[in-house]
Nanobody, 116 residues
């Protein structure tokens, strides 16, 4: 497993935007296979939001498609999640998830709160 550092998040009104970032905080020796984001709304299960494969293809949950965009920075160790047109139902703790060298790692989570 690798250490991940998340940043971004916070509070915003409905319709607003936020960006999240996740960086692999240690030296790596192989390309990262997948970088992605999950979220856990209050009282609910953790759910998939988006991911980006090392070759550049992306996947999105239906609930965020068209509003959220995932990027892999040129350093290949940082992913950002651009979140637009936020809704109150997007309120959750957002977690970065990375598949590297056959193991999954999780970030510490960052709170996103969207008020109506």
């Amino acid at each position: 497993q690798v250490q991940l550092i998340e940043s971004g998040g916070g509070s915003v009104q409905a319709g607003g935007s936020l960006n999240l970032s996740c960086e692999v905080a240690e030296r790596i020796f192989h390309p990262i296979s997948i970088m992605g984001w999950y979220r856990q709304p209050p009282g609910k299960e953790r759910e998939f939001i988006a991911n980006i494969i090392s070759a550049g293809s992306t996947n999105y949950a239906a609930s965020v498609k068209g509003r959220f965009t995932i990027f892999l920075l040129i350093n290949k160790r940082t992913t950002t999640l651009q979140m637009n047109s936020l809704k109150p139902e997007d309120t959750a703790v957002y977690y970065c998830n990375v598949l590297y060298d056959g193991d999954y790692s999780w970030g510490q989570g960052t709170q996103v709160t969207v008020s109506s």
